[in-house]
Every structure is written in C-alpha cells, then in structure tokens.
C-alpha cells in the first residue's frame, strides 16, 4: 500500500478511478498506520478530529463501510478501461509497439473524459519519453495509414465524426435489436470469454440509399472509436499480388488501432470464388481476404457494407456472426423518416400522412436529399416551404435509377387531371379535394375542377 499526504479531517469517498487508488492506503498526521487506525476505531475514539459515529455504527464498521464504498467506486472504474488494459497487454506480449502505443493514447483520452486528468497526463507524459528510447528496427512512431507500394494511394481514409452532423439513424425495432446487441458485444469483447471467437463483424447488405453507410457511422460514434474507411480504388491493384497484399496492410492497421474499420461496396473484394467471369487472380484475393480475416483477433471490429449480397462468396458470409438487412423503407419507417427529417419544416399530420404515401418506392436517403432542399429552399425565399413546394421536389427525385420503384414515376410529365385522377384512383379519402389543392398549390375549387378534367379557363 501507498501512503499519501492529505487532508486528515475526512476519508474521501469522492476518490474515484486512480485518484481513489492513491488514498486508500495510509493518511499521514495524527495516524501513523492503518493498525493505529484500527487501535483507535475498536476504542470507538475520536480518530483524526471527526465527530462521534452515528449510534449503532463503531467507528471499526465506519472504517469498513468507506472501504466498502471505495472499492465499488474504483471496480466499476476501472471495468470501463478494462478493454483497452487487455488490448495493451496483448500488444505488449506480441511486442507489438504500435498497438500498445495506439491503445494506451485512446485511454488515455478515455481517462480524461471520465475526469481523470492525472492519469491521463501521466501515461501521456510515458509516451513521450518512450520516443526517445531505443525502438526494434521497423517500427513506425506515428500512426501512418497503409498505401498501396506501387502507386501509393492511402488504402483507408479517416471519418472526422466530431464535425459530422447528419439526422438520426431510423431503423426497425428488430434491426435495432442486432445493431445494439452488436454495441453491447462490442463495448465488453474483451471481457467475454468465449472458446474460438473471432473478430467481432457485422455485414449489413441492402439496395443503395438504405443506411449503411450511416449506420456504420453511428456505430463508431456509439463506441467512442474512429472510423476508417477502406479506399478500394486503392487496395483494389492491377499488379500480381499486390492486391493480397494491401489486404494484409489494412487488416495489420486494424489490428494495432483502436477504431471500426468499414468495407463499403464489399462485394468488389469478396465475390464467389467459383464466378467463371472472374480472373484466377481475384479469386485469390478472396482467400486472402478470409485469411486476414480469420487471424485478425478478438479485439478486432469490423462492418462490411454490400448492393450486392448474392455475389458474396459462401465463406465469407460464415466470418460474419452479425448481419443486417436494409431495405426500402415501409410506410410506418417512411413516417419517422419524414418525421425525423423535416423537424424544422413544420408539416402538419395531414401533411406528413400525403409525404409518407407519396415518398413510396424512395430510400431513407432520397427522402432525407428532399428535406435538404427543401431546407434549401426555406433558407433562400426566408420562408416555410408547402406542400406543393415538396411535391415538386419529389417529381425531381423520382426520376433516374430505381424509377420502377416509385409510384411518382408514372405521373412524370403529365398534366394536373391525369395526376388529381391517378391520385384520387389510389387514394380517395387520403387525396380529398383539399389535398389535392395543396398538392397543386390551388384553390379547393380548382383542385375539384382539374379533378374532373376542366382546364383552367374552363
């Protein structure tokens, strides 16, 4: 035990994490050792100037209860660094410096947002000084991003989450049921003992516009992780081998670094082995691929993100143990994306209801690109923008890749009758007349006339 100056009038139940490490043992002063502590508490006499203990408690069970206090205090501390203690120590063992150099800076940084700023200098100030000592041949100071040897392209880019401000992720309460037991796993890996666990990984596979990529952003956010981006127009190299390679640098990079890598577009990297289209080469990119993946580790996070799910490969899908299905979003999810999305629009139910069923065959991320422009709008003309104004937009992002989809498709370019009457046809008591004419941005008896195919100077 270590023995401290301090205040000797009171324990300090407010010590916490390291701090609490350092007062627990003997307090200089009036008491020169915990037995003399203890002489004086079975004598139930005053000890360091405090007051009498309250009835029914000696000052021997005061003494034991703080203790007690204290000790929770400082376990529930020190279990939420707990994963980054074993991360250290497994890169210590594997003299591994760059993995303990990248994880003793994250907890550090861990140590201060949890108020313990001592502690955080102190293991700073220890990798300072191990930059001035003697390090094995090959080893980087800096965590250096892979690049490609031959044409030197970064394999991986960063994601500066702190700047990035985006809507909130929406999603099914059974895909958030995998995304947070994913989360749970993942802020205690380290702490499960699991025979033959490989790396945690979460494939998500969907159509374009669906949330991956977010979600993937969220993850990292939610674990307090950097986020880093795997460039396939890099890793991805026309020399023989060099392909391999690059998938050897980037899972290397993730091993030693505390963060969440992302595979976007994985199916360029990860296709059948036996597609007859496919060079010999490719195919052994994905063996390579399933090779670094299973001798990555536990401590390793990693999410794959795919268009195209079934031209993955059967191996690969086995080193997934989480995955997630993203698709076009149903009436009730295209409510809360509206909801969500529009907050500062000011739509009304009515309104909301007529966007929802208008919005069919659109993906979260279409629906979140008409609130950007109508915010756009509302900024430029200094007001609220309408129904009418949304309407337009919609008509706009109907049009291009997935126009089988979207029920506005077949209204493009046709006059207000064919449109009142499509949407009267679809929907009559949703579609009212007074609907309508918010729709076209009309008078009710206009929107009942155009309804029934009389022009306008009718």
């Not at 939420?80 to 800076?105: H, P, Q, S």
């Not at 796993?185 to 990529?213: E, F, H, N, R």
Request: charged residues 25%; contains cysteine.
């Amino acid at each position: 035990m270590v023995a401290v100056a301090g205040d000797n009038t009171r324990w300090p139940e407010a010590a916490n994490g390291a701090e609490g490490c350092r007062s627990i043992a003997v307090y200089t002063g009036s008491v020169d050792s915990i037995e003399q502590y203890y002489g004086a508490a079975s004598d139930n006499r005053p000890v360091w100037g405090t007051p009498n203990p309250p009835p029914g408690r000696t000052r021997l069970s005061e003494l034991d209860y703080r203790l007690t206090i204290w000790h929770n205090r400082f376990m529930n501390s020190a279990d939420r660094f707990i994963n980054e203690l074993f991360r250290i120590v497994n890169g210590a063992l594997r003299l591994d410096i760059d993995k303990v150099r990248n994880y003793t800076a994250f907890l550090a940084d861990k140590l201060e947002k949890d108020g313990d700023t001592a502690s955080a200098q102190r293991l700073r100030r220890m990798l300072e000084e191990s930059d001035h000592q003697l390090r094995p041949a090959g080893t980087a100071f800096a965590r250096a991003l892979p690049v490609d040897n031959d044409s030197g392209f970064p394999l991986i880019e960063r994601v500066n989450l702190k700047t990035l401000t985006e809507p909130p992720v929406v999603l099914t309460q059974d895909q958030w049921d995998t995304v947070n037991e994913f989360l749970s796993i993942a802020k205690s890996y380290a702490q499960a003992d699991v025979q033959d666990a490989s790396s945690l990984s979460l494939l998500m596979y969907g159509p374009p516009g669906t949330g991956k990529s977010r979600l993937a952003r969220h993850v990292a956010k939610e674990l307090g992780l950097d986020l880093y981006v795997a460039r396939l127009d890099g890793l991805i190299s026309s020399f023989l081998g060099s392909t391999s390679k690059n998938i050897r640098a980037l899972f290397d990079f993730a091993a030693k670094s505390p963060c969440v890598l992302f595979l976007d577009e994985f199916d360029a990297i990860a296709k059948l082995r036996g597609d007859s289209q496919e060079l010999g080469e490719l195919k052994r990119v994905v063996n390579s691929f399933i090779q670094n993946l299973d001798t990555l580790g536990t401590q390793s996070i990693i999410i794959a993100a795919t268009n195209h799910h079934e031209l993955l490969d059967s191996a690969i899908w086995r080193r997934f143990g989480y995955r997630l299905a993203l698709d076009f979003p149903a009436p009730e999810m295209r409510r809360k994306m509206w909801e969500q999305f529009s907050r500062d629009l000011q739509f009304s139910e009515r309104e909301l209801d007529l966007l929802v069923d208008l919005s069919e065959g659109f993906s979260g991320s279409d629906i979140n690109e008409v609130c950007v422009r109508l915010q756009r709008r509302r900024i430029t003309k200094q007001q609220l923008p309408e129904l009418k104004d949304a309407f337009q937009v919609l008509q706009n992002m109907a049009i291009g890749e997935g126009e089988e989809r979207r029920f506005l498709s077949v209204l493009r370019g046709k006059d207000q009758h064919f449109i009142a009457t499509a949407l009267r046809e679809r929907n009559a008591k949703l579609y009212s007349n007074a609907a309508l004419a918010d729709v076209f941005g009309v008078s009710k008896a206009t929107a009942f006339r155009r309804s029934k195919g009389v022009k306008a100077n009718g």
